[in-house]
C-alpha cells in the first residue's frame, strides 16, 4: 500500500508542475539525469553502451529515452512503450491583447479537442516557451511558468440567459478571451503583453532585451487531488496524457538491468491535433532514433520485426450517469485495471495477438485488465498507435488507464490503475521474448 501512496504522490507532482509539454519533457529530463542516463545530441556520433540509459529532447517538447540492451537490437529487438505530452488546451495568440471595457483581454486559440465549459470560472495560470532577444542580441529561449491565478474566464449571469442551464454553444473567438486585468481604453495593447512577459523573465534572471515571440497556455491552478471518502480517485488536470508519460518513465527507470533486450519510451507532443510534425508521432523523430540504434537497414527490418509498442493513452471509462454511451460488453470501470483499446477500422492498432500478449503481461504481473470497444453506432478516437504501426511497421497494442471526462479542464481516474499499469509495463519490459 506504501508502494501505491509513493506513486500517486509523484504522479501528482508530475502533473502539477507538468503546465505545459515543455515543462513535462524538463521533468523528465532531470529524472533520466537523476537516474544516470546521458543525454545525446542529434547532431553527434553515438557511441552506446550496453546497459547505459540515453535520451534524446527534440523541439523542447518531444522526449525518447532508452536502455542500451545487452543483446544485439537486430535479434532481441526493442519494448517500445508510447504516450504524448501535450493535453486540449487555450494557446495564447501572437497578437493578443484587447482591451475592452476597462479590461486587458488576451485571444486565445483552441488546442485540440477540449471541452470548453469547464474552463469558464478557474483559477488560470500561463505557462510556456518564450523566446527573446538578450542584451548582446543573441536569441535566447526560456521557460516560463507564473504558477499563480492571473487570469480568469467569467460565466455570464443566470440573469442575462435564462436558458444557460439548456445548453449554451461556446463561441471561441467571442466568449473564451481570457481577461487578465484592469486597463484604460488608451493603453497600447500592441506591447502590453510582451512588456509583462519581458518582465516576468527579468525577474527569474534573464536578461531580456526583446521578446520575440512565444508558445503560451492557459491551465488551471487547482493542484491534483485524491478524492472520494476512501480516495478511491484521482483528480487532475493533463491526466490526458501525462499519466501515462509518468507511468512510461517510471517502468523504464523500474528496468536498470534489462534481460537482454532494449527498452525504449517516446513521449510526442501534437497528438491532440493529429501528430503531424516534426516532433509529432507522423514525423520522423522516433523512425531516425531506431535507425541509429540499429545502424544498417537490413539489421533495421530485423529489429522492427521483434519489436513490440505499447501505446499508452487513457480509456473512457464507464460513466455512472451515462452508461448508455458505452457497448454494453465493453464499459471499462475504474479501479478495475489497464484497457486494451480495440477497434475493426484500425482507429487503435491492437490485434488479437498484441492484445493477448498484453493481456499476458497483466498476468505476469498479477494485475486485471479491461477492453474496451466504442459503440457500433458511435465514432472512435484513435492514439500514436496507428500512426507508429503504419510508419515503422511494428506490432502494437493500444492500451490505457480508464477515465472519465477526458479532454476537460480537470479529468479523473481511479487511484489504483495507473499502479497497475506501471506493473504491467514493468513486466512488459523484463519479459524474456515477445
Given at each position: 500500500?506504501?508502494?501505491?501512496?509513493?506513486?500517486?504522490?509523484?504522479l501528482?507532482?508530475?502533473?502539477?508542475?507538468?503546465?505545459?509539454?515543455?515543462?513535462?519533457?524538463?521533468?523528465?529530463?532531470?529524472?533520466?539525469?537523476?537516474?544516470?542516463?546521458?543525454q545525446?545530441?542529434?547532431?553527434?556520433a553515438?557511441?552506446?553502451?550496453?546497459?547505459?540509459?540515453?535520451?534524446?529532447?527534440?523541439?523542447?517538447?518531444?522526449?525518447?529515452?532508452?536502455?542500451?540492451?545487452?543483446?544485439?537490437?537486430?535479434?532481441?529487438?526493442?519494448?517500445?512503450?508510447?504516450?504524448?505530452?501535450?493535453?486540449?488546451?487555450?494557446?495564447?495568440?501572437?497578437?493578443?491583447?484587447?482591451?475592452?471595457?476597462?479590461?486587458?483581454?488576451?485571444?486565445?486559440?483552441?488546442?485540440?479537442?477540449?471541452?470548453?465549459?469547464?474552463?469558464?470560472?478557474?483559477?488560470?495560470?500561463?505557462?510556456g516557451?518564450?523566446?527573446?532577444?538578450?542584451q548582446e542580441?543573441?536569441?535566447r529561449?526560456?521557460?516560463?511558468?507564473?504558477?499563480t491565478?492571473?487570469?480568469?474566464?467569467?460565466?455570464?449571469?443566470?440573469?442575462?440567459?435564462?436558458?444557460?442551464?439548456?445548453?449554451?454553444?461556446?463561441?471561441?473567438?467571442?466568449?473564451?478571451?481570457?481577461?487578465?486585468?484592469?486597463?484604460k481604453?488608451?493603453?497600447?495593447p500592441?506591447?502590453?503583453?510582451?512588456?509583462?512577459?519581458?518582465?516576468?523573465?527579468?525577474?527569474?534572471?534573464h536578461?531580456?532585451?526583446?521578446?520575440?515571440?512565444?508558445?503560451?497556455?492557459?491551465?488551471?491552478?487547482?493542484?491534483?487531488?485524491?478524492?472520494?471518502?476512501?480516495?478511491e480517485?484521482?483528480?487532475?488536470?493533463?491526466?490526458d496524457?501525462?499519466l501515462?508519460?509518468?507511468?512510461?518513465?517510471?517502468?523504464?527507470?523500474a528496468?536498470?538491468?534489462?534481460?537482454?533486450?532494449?527498452?525504449?519510451?517516446?513521449?510526442?507532443?501534437?497528438?491532440e491535433?493529429?501528430?503531424a510534425?516534426?516532433?509529432?508521432?507522423?514525423?520522423?523523430?522516433?523512425?531516425?532514433?531506431?535507425?541509429?540504434?540499429?545502424?544498417?537497414?537490413?539489421?533495421?527490418?530485423r529489429?522492427?520485426?521483434?519489436?513490440?509498442?505499447?501505446?499508452?493513452?487513457?480509456?473512457?471509462?464507464?460513466?455512472?450517469?451515462?452508461?448508455?454511451?458505452h457497448?454494453e460488453?465493453h464499459?471499462?470501470?475504474?479501479?478495475?485495471?489497464?484497457v486494451?483499446?480495440?477497434?475493426?477500422?484500425?482507429r487503435?492498432?491492437?490485434t488479437?495477438?498484441?492484445?493477448?500478449?498484453?493481456a499476458?503481461?497483466?498476468?505476469?504481473?498479477?494485475?486485471?485488465?479491461?477492453?474496451?470497444?466504442?459503440?457500433?453506432?458511435?465514432?472512435?478516437?484513435?492514439?500514436i498507435?496507428?500512426?507508429?504501426?503504419?510508419?515503422?511497421?511494428?506490432?502494437?497494442?493500444?492500451?490505457?488507464?480508464p477515465?472519465?471526462a477526458?479532454?476537460?479542464?480537470?479529468?479523473?481516474?481511479?487511484?489504483?490503475?495507473?499502479?497497475?499499469?506501471?506493473?504491467?509495463?514493468?513486466?512488459?519490459m523484463?519479459?524474456e521474448?515477445?
Amino acid at each position: 500500500m506504501q508502494q501505491l501512496e509513493v506513486f500517486n504522490q509523484g504522479l501528482m507532482s508530475f502533473l502539477q508542475f507538468g503546465s505545459t509539454p515543455a515543462h513535462a519533457v524538463q521533468i523528465m529530463q532531470k529524472q533520466l539525469l537523476d537516474a544516470g542516463f546521458k543525454q545525446l545530441s542529434e547532431v553527434d556520433a553515438w557511441q552506446l553502451q550496453p546497459g547505459q540509459g540515453y535520451f534524446v529532447i527534440r523541439g523542447g517538447k518531444s522526449i525518447i529515452a532508452w536502455r542500451q540492451g545487452l543483446q544485439p537490437v537486430e535479434d532481441a529487438g526493442i519494448r517500445m512503450l508510447g504516450a504524448h505530452t501535450d493535453s486540449p488546451c487555450l494557446k495564447v495568440k501572437p497578437n493578443a491583447e484587447i482591451i475592452r471595457h476597462g479590461c486587458l483581454q488576451l485571444g486565445v486559440e483552441v488546442y485540440g479537442g477540449a471541452l470548453l465549459n469547464p474552463w469558464f470560472d478557474r483559477d488560470l495560470s500561463l505557462a510556456g516557451q518564450v523566446q527573446y532577444w538578450d542584451q548582446e542580441g543573441r536569441l535566447r529561449e526560456a521557460l516560463l511558468d507564473l504558477r499563480t491565478p492571473l487570469a480568469v474566464i467569467p460565466s455570464l449571469a443566470i440573469h442575462l440567459n435564462r436558458e444557460a442551464n439548456k445548453g449554451m454553444e461556446v463561441n471561441p473567438q467571442k466568449h473564451l478571451p481570457v481577461v487578465l486585468c484592469q486597463a484604460k481604453e488608451d493603453d497600447q495593447p500592441s506591447i502590453a503583453f510582451r512588456k509583462m512577459l519581458a518582465d516576468w523573465l527579468q525577474e527569474s534572471g534573464h536578461e531580456v532585451a526583446e521578446v520575440v515571440d512565444y508558445d503560451l497556455s492557459f491551465y488551471d491552478t487547482q493542484a491534483p487531488a485524491l478524492v472520494g471518502l476512501k480516495q478511491e480517485y484521482l483528480a487532475s488536470a493533463r491526466l490526458d496524457n501525462l499519466l501515462s508519460c509518468y507511468v512510461g518513465l517510471e517502468a523504464l527507470l523500474a528496468v536498470d538491468h534489462p534481460s537482454g533486450a532494449t527498452s525504449l519510451l517516446v513521449c510526442n507532443d501534437h497528438e491532440e491535433v493529429g501528430s503531424a510534425s516534426a516532433i509529432g508521432a507522423e514525423g520522423p523523430f522516433l523512425e531516425s532514433v531506431l535507425r541509429r540504434l540499429a545502424g544498417d537497414e537490413v539489421a533495421y527490418q530485423r529489429m522492427i520485426s521483434h519489436s513490440l509498442m505499447i501505446s499508452c493513452d487513457n480509456a473512457h471509462a464507464l460513466h455512472p450517469n451515462f452508461p448508455d454511451r458505452h457497448d454494453e460488453n465493453h464499459g471499462p470501470r475504474v479501479n478495475a485495471g489497464p484497457v486494451i483499446k480495440v477497434n475493426a477500422n484500425q482507429r487503435y492498432a491492437t490485434t488479437s495477438e498484441t492484445s493477448a500478449l498484453f493481456a499476458g503481461f497483466c498476468k505476469a504481473a498479477e494485475v486485471p485488465c479491461q477492453r474496451f470497444v466504442v459503440r457500433s453506432d458511435m465514432g472512435c478516437g484513435s492514439t500514436i498507435g496507428p500512426i507508429t504501426s503504419t510508419r515503422l511497421g511494428v506490432r502494437v497494442v493500444d492500451v490505457g488507464v480508464p477515465q472519465w471526462a477526458m479532454h476537460s479542464i480537470r479529468e479523473t481516474v481511479g487511484s489504483q490503475d495507473s499502479w497497475y499499469l506501471a506493473r504491467a509495463l514493468v513486466a512488459f519490459m523484463s519479459a524474456e521474448k515477445v
